[in-house]
């Protein structure tokens, strides 16, 4: 499967519904599903600001590591900024988790 093809597979509405099951209950009602599609939003921005999508930096086949904490502390700092919310690290961790679970339930990750 192409990676255009794995792209279209990504639903929005379905990720924040896995990410929102994803959570533990305490987390639940903390955050709203905008809330969620927010910061999902800003993890791929990191993932470009870091040049993850571009094709000439990685081979395909290549795995992509980055820094959990680096990306954590982007969420945290932008929706800060942003005024969206104050949100603790551990909670930004438990929606990077999400996400990915969900983007590997798609095999977009493989």
Same mark, same amino acid.
């Given at each position: 499967?192409?990676?255009?093809? +794995? #792209?279209?597979?990504?639903? &929005?509405? /379905?990720?924040?519904?896995? *990410? %929102?099951?994803?959570?533990?209950?305490? @987390?639940?009602?903390?955050?709203?599903?905008?809330?969620?599609?927010?910061?999902?939003?800003?993890?791929?921005?990191?993932?470009?600001?870091?040049?993850?999508?571009?094709?000439?930096?990685? +081979? #395909?086949?290549?795995?992509? &590591?980055? /820094?959990?904490?680096?990306? *954590? %502390?982007?969420?945290?700092?932008?929706? @800060?900024?942003?005024?969206?919310?104050?949100?603790?690290?551990?909670?930004?961790?438990?929606?990077?988790?999400?996400?990915?679970?969900?983007?590997?339930?798609?095999?977009?990750?493989?």
């Amino acid at each position: 499967m192409s990676d255009k093809e +794995k #792209e279209m597979l990504y639903d &929005e509405d /379905d990720a924040v519904k896995f *990410i %929102q099951n994803y959570l533990p209950q305490e @987390l639940k009602e903390k955050f709203s599903d905008d809330e969620i599609n927010y910061i999902v939003d800003l993890i791929y921005e990191f993932y470009e600001t870091k040049g993850f999508f571009d094709e000439n930096l990685h +081979k #395909e086949d290549e795995d992509i &590591e980055f /820094d959990e904490e680096e990306l *954590i %502390q982007y969420v945290v700092q932008n929706a @800060l900024n942003d005024d969206v919310g104050q949100f603790e690290p551990e909670e930004i961790l438990f929606i990077v988790q999400g996400e990915l679970e969900y983007c590997d339930s798609l095999e977009m990750l493989e």
